[in-house]
């Protein structure tokens, strides 16, 4: 069973940043990717960035250029560091490692961290 624990969440005033940080209970090497999505209000849950294992990064057209996503293999850790915030990006921010292979996949979930952006 893999287990994904989220924290760094909380409140700010736009233009701040925060670090979200990700902690697996297995060695993230063994995922094909992990990233990081969020969920407002009302709304789907939704990517925001994402790192393959060999650190190819992609992110939504919204946060380019204000968000980092970053691996550090050591910790097992992921993290996302967001700068430039907006209260558009309040939501809960959940964790995911997926693994995919010819005969299927599978997608691990952290408990979601609550990040709010105060005008």
């Known amino acids: 069973q893999v287990q994904l624990v989220e924290s760094g969440g909380g409140l700010v005033q736009a233009g701040g940043s925060l670090r979200l940080s990700c902690a697996a209970s297995?060695?993230?090497?063994?995922?094909?990717?992990t990233g990081w999505y969020r969920q407002a209000p009302g709304k789907q849950r939704d990517l925001v960035a994402s790192?393959?294992?060999?650190?190819?990064?992609n992110y939504d057209d919204s946060v380019k250029g204000r968000f980092t996503i970053s691996l550090d293999h050591a910790k097992n850790t992921v993290y996302l560091q967001m700068n430039s915030l907006k209260p558009e990006d309040t939501a809960i921010y959940y964790c995911n490692a997926a693994r995919r292979s010819a005969i299927g996949g599978r997608d691990y979930w952290g408990q979601g961290t609550q990040v709010t952006v105060s005008s």
């Open positions: 790192i393959r294992s060999g650190g190819m990064t």
């Open positions: 297995r060695s993230i090497s063994s995922f094909t990717a």
